[in-house]
């Protein structure tokens, strides 16, 4: 079975501070991994997604993640905040079989940007 | 443009009674879910659909229906069953089959969402 976890719901960074939002998963077989965005009253967007290519992994905006495999993590960094990146991040794993359709999601991190 | 489109963006129910969220898509995917969103718990399921006619219960189908009449539309009905229906409500699809024979990773589409309010 697979699952997420985002560890803190709420992380809070100033300007220009480096983004470090963490998501572990566990999966009985080789993930596929993403990191989606949500600003307030809107959809979800794709930031990046890993698929078993290379481990590092570059997405919009300036954000990027990588897979550790050893750590079963897929941390989300970015080197220098923007007050724009203030939104919430959902990290996923792609889901097989049973009532969990096509992607398992973690709880969120709402990220603040502090001027 | 491609994409989901999701109505309407703000909904008023009263109690006891349905309401209908309508979700579009022009995507040509497979595939349409249907994810309550509260505060602090994230998306959860309530139904998905991978073929016309068909379509499944997710983690938390009671207190709603849906269909899947047609490829590009899969509208939820929130019932008086639903005991909390205060939510956003987001729709989402993708492709069951990968493009060009590549590996289908999973990667959802999301629509803008609906924010019903019972009142």
Redesign the interface.
């Known amino acids: 079975a697979q699952s997420v976890t985002q560890l803190g ?1 709420h992380v809070s960074v100033s300007e220009g501070a480096l983004v470090l939002l963490r998501c572990n998963y566990s999966s009985s077989v080789p993930p ?1 991994l ?1 990191w ?1 965005v949500q600003y307030p ?6 930031l990046l ?1 890993y ?1 078993s290519a290379a481990t590092l992994v570059k997405g919009i905006n300036g954000f990027e993640a990588e897979f550790k495999k050893s750590e079963t993590s897929f941390h989300l960094t970015k080197p220098s905040a923007h007050m724009r990146d203030a939104a919430e991040y ?1 990290c996923a794993v ?2 097989y079989g049973g ?5 398992i ?4 991190t709402k990220l603040s940007v502090k001027p | 443009d491609g994409g ?1 489109t ?1 109505s309407p963006k703000y909904l008023f129910r009263k109690e006891g009674q349905n309401v209908t969220l309508s979700c579009e898509q022009n995507l040509n995917h497979d ?1 349409m ?1 249907w994810y309550r969103q509260d505060p ?4 959860r ?1 309530i139904y ?1 659909s991978q073929i016309v006619n068909d379509f ?4 938390i189908a009671e207190g709603y229906s849906v269909s899947r009449e047609k490829k590009e539309s899969f509208p939820l009905t929130v019932t008086s069953a639903q005991k909390n229906p205060t939510a ?1 409500y ?1 729709c ?1 699809s ?1 492709s069951v089959q990968g493009a060009f024979g590549l ?1 289908n ?9 609906s ?1 019903l309010t019972v009142l």
Do not use: P, V
Request: net charge positive.
């Open positions: 719901s596929y993403f989606y009253n809107q959809g979800l967007q794709l997604k698929t959902f792609r889901a009532s969990q359709g096509n992607l999601f973690g709880k969120g | 989901i999701q595939a879910y602090g718990q994230g998306l399921l998905y499944q219960k997710g983690d956003f987001l989402a993708n590996t990773t999973g990667e959802l589409f999301f629509g803008e969402g924010r």
